[in-house]
């Protein structure tokens, strides 16, 4: 395959080559999807239903939830397809599209997440000031910044990758299109230009992990000069489901991204795609259902209203 205008289709890297093994892939990933299906509509339509969560906390998670779900349903339903066809190809253009829009949910979510550190920070460091900085017009400008950020991002990423010519394979060592992987298959002396610009993305990232950790530094030290107990346990109920999503995004996204290169398949590379694309969007809905009172209290009083109205 000599350059890129030959090149019509990809060959995705397969969990197994045994027939019953990737029915049981089918399966397994069918299961995770529906999971995280099921617990994102959930959020979107608890926040939506409830007046009592219409705050901007609940706003960002809001709009978390549709990213994760748009996550997942980039990656998980054609590799799904692959599986149960048993075949690995995906075509130029669904590659490109797979690109884009992973690209876009990634970068709006780490974003999403460095503005819900600092709501989470005016809220519980500037409480007098908290309407007046986080008024509605405000979250919606940010949120709004959030989608912008990650749709120029990814397309300033996706062009600059797929310009560049595809001369050595078409086989990805991925289950999905990942940039990383197309990187190995480009000409050695074509790709510098999307080194530099990844480059960049680590700094960026770097940055919006530095400002969580000293938003967090500066919320740890607010809670522990409060003097009802009552009060720490609230604040902390609020800000440890946001500070485990972003734990578990960042480490496996670095992991992914920083981890040593290889011209050769790995299956490290396979499950690390597993563990950073999947793993955050399905959990994320778990962890605030879990750790939230206000979550629990609203998803009741929805299933008992379902439950009265059918009655």
């Known amino acids: 395959m000599s350059n890129q205008t030959t090149l019509t289709e990809f060959l ?24 995280g299906l099921m617990g994102n509509l959930l959020i979107i339509t608890v926040v939506a239903l409830d007046h009592h969560l219409h705050t901007p906390m609940y706003f960002f998670l809001m709009n978390l939830s549709i990213i994760d779900l748009g996550s997942i349903s980039v990656t998980i339903p054609k590799s799904m397809a692959n599986s149960l066809m048993n075949t690995r190809l995906i075509s130029y253009p669904g590659c490109v599209a797979q690109v884009f829009l992973f690209v876009v949910f990634i970068a709006a979510d780490l974003a999403l997440l460095t503005i819900m550190a ?30 912008i950020t990650g749709i120029v991002y990814s397309a300033l990423h996706t062009g600059n990758t797929f310009k560049l010519p ?5 086989v990805i060592n991925q289950f999905f299109c990942e940039i990383p992987q197309l990187l190995k298959i480009t000409c050695f002396d074509s790709y510098l230009s999307e080194v530099g610009l990844l480059a960049f993305s680590v700094f960026l990232s770097l940055n919006c992990f530095v400002f969580i ?11 522990l000069r409060i003097h009802s107990e009552q009060g720490r346990r609230k604040a902390f109920s ?7 999503v972003v734990s578990l995004f960042l480490c496996t996204g670095f992991f992914e991204y920083l981890k040593p290169t290889s011209s050769s398949a790995s299956g490290l590379d396979l499950m690390m795609g597993v563990l950073y694309s999947l793993v955050p969007p399905v959990m994320n809905p778990i962890i605030y259902s879990m750790r939230n009172k206000e979550i629990k209290a609203a998803l009741k009083k929805l299933i008992v209203w379902r439950l009265f109205t059918k009655d």
């Not at 995705?12 to 999971?35: K, M």
């Not at 519980?124 to 007046?132: D, V, W």
């Open 118 to 147: 600092y709501d989470r920070y005016v809220a519980i460091c500037q409480p007098l000031h908290y309407e007046r900085v986080m008024n509605g017009r405000s979250c919606v400008h940010m949120a709004a910044s959030a989608w």
């Open 166 to 170: 595809f001369c050595q394979s078409n």
């Open 12 to 35: 995705l890297l397969g969990f197994s080559d045994v027939r019953e093994l990737q029915i049981l892939h089918f399966v397994v990933f069918l299961v995770i999807y529906l999971v």
């Open 238 to 244: 609020t800000c440890l489901p946001h500070l485990i």
């Open 213 to 223: 950790i000293l938003s967090y530094v500066h919320i740890f030290k607010a809670v």
